[in-house]
């Protein structure tokens, strides 16, 4: 069968939530035993003219050259015989997917299209399955303009209807499916993203005689350098909370930010908060939220200093809060910030699948999550969870968990056991099969 693939988003950098999910997936399709009696097209936009004019992709991963002819790799991994590059041309950074992918698929239809973020392109074949990833601007429509929104809904209510067979990534989407936009349950397969080592030499679990045992994460204690924040406005201290993920709203940054607060003023922890991730909707609110903390922390601090003891103001200086805002982070500093992060904090309004919930995992971080949307279903029994809309219930059960070793053992090997639900290779696998009708 020849399967082609939108993998538009798969060489994107930074990637993120879809661009993760599709590199991933493409990734392990090509190892798949199960695949090399496939043929393969990845279809790819150029923003390149020939001769180097027009619009330049920003988006093209760095470590390869520009590409302008089919056949050239832009991934990072080799590309077996019967994956195939094909670079469709079009002059413009926008409308891609539905004008020139749309006429591919009329000149030169695969027998099967697979979407891996819900824009199903005009012309698609009859046997097309379409990626959902969630419907979040269904149940927070503020943090949407009204032009995203009303395109959100009708390309995804598009592909629900038209779509052949439909991916949800998790059993909530796929019941938000069923609910708002009326979609058939009977054509809905739910396939888990799967969660993948750092890139490091030793990866934070052991596979021995096919049993997944945990050994300590990578990097080791004391091997974590301290990481540099943004503008050089300091250093990273532990020992520290952590959240990574989009710095906006729907991801409930002010919920962290109040229970932070509250753990500094009513439970006096030692903990600095670390936030990586880059800037999206009502970031520009979230900032002045941060440098106002920072701010008013800073000259509380020294006010209450003055002709006091060294010693007294070092022991002081535990409970002076620090917000460290880290903006977008390279993969190796991800891991080196979860290595190092005593408990994670993720208490988003909605999530389509939750992956830093199985990242922080990954690391034995006891997590701190909302018990809502997919994020019970993802984190299993290694989480706690909490009312998002309530800050003091969030530094509440966080304060639980400092206090409570026995506690953190268990979240800990619990969130190890978790993990063995989800992984790249499975995920692949499946997607395979739902592809090829099994």
Request: net charge positive.
């Amino acid at each position: 069968m020849t399967i082609g693939i939108n993998a538009a988003a798969a060489i994107k950098q930074p990637r993120t939530g879809v661009e993760e999910y599709t590199y991933q997936l493409i990734k392990h399709l090509t190892m798949l035993p199960e695949a090399r009696g496939h043929r393969f097209f990845l279809y790819v936009p150029s923003f390149l003219k020939e001769g180097g004019g027009g619009f330049k992709n920003k988006g093209l991963n760095p470590s390869q050259p520009p590409f302008k002819k089919g056949g050239e790799n832009p991934f990072d991994f080799p590309l077996p015989p019967n994956f195939e590059i094909k670079v469709l041309r079009w002059p413009l950074p926008f409308l891609w997917t539905q004008a020139r992918l749309a006429w591919e698929m009329l000149v030169n239809p695969p027998q099967a299209l697979f979407i891996p973020a819900h824009i199903l392109p005009f012309g698609a074949p009859s046997n097309s399955t379409v990626a959902i990833h969630g419907l979040e601007y269904e149940y927070f429509p503020e943090y949407y303009s009204l032009w995203r929104r009303l395109y959100l809904r009708w390309s995804t209510k598009r592909a629900a209807r038209r779509a052949k067979k439909i991916i949800a990534v998790s059993a909530n989407t796929k019941k938000d499916l069923v609910k708002l936009y009326g979609g058939e349950a009977g054509k809905i397969s739910v396939v888990y993203h799967g969660v993948k080592f750092s890139n490091s030499s030793q990866p934070p679990l052991n596979l021995r005689g096919g049993e997944i045992l945990p050994t300590p994460p990578f990097p080791k204690e004391g091997e974590i350098p301290p990481l540099k924040l943004r503008g050089g406005e300091g250093e990273l201290s532990k020992p520290y909370l952590l959240y990574l993920g989009r710095l906006e709203t729907k991801k409930n940054i002010q919920g962290i930010l109040e229970a932070y607060k509250i753990l500094k003023k009513k439970y006096k922890i030692p903990h600095e908060l670390a936030l990586a991730g880059a800037p999206g909707y009502g970031y520009e609110k979230i900032k002045e939220e941060i440098d106002d903390f920072n701010k008013r922390c800073h000259a509380e601090f020294i006010s209450t200093s003055h002709g006091i003891p060294k010693q007294v103001r070092d022991d002081r200086m535990v409970y002076h809060y620090k917000i460290a805002e880290l903006g977008y982070i390279s993969e190796d500093e991800k891991w080196q910030l979860l290595a190092g992060a005593d408990i994670f904090l993720f208490p988003s309004f909605y999530e389509g699948f939750g992956l830093p919930v199985l990242e922080a995992q990954l690391f034995g971080v006891p997590v701190v999550t909302s018990a809502s949307s997919c994020l019970p279903e993802i984190a299993g029994q290694g989480a706690l969870f909490i009312n998002p809309d309530n800050p003091a219930q969030i530094a509440e059960v966080t304060k639980q968990i400092i206090d409570d070793k026995i506690l953190r053992d268990k979240l800990k090997q619990s969130g190890f056991e978790n993990i063995k639900r989800f992984g790249w290779e499975k995920c692949a696998k499946r997607t395979l099969e739902v592809l090829v009708g099994k």
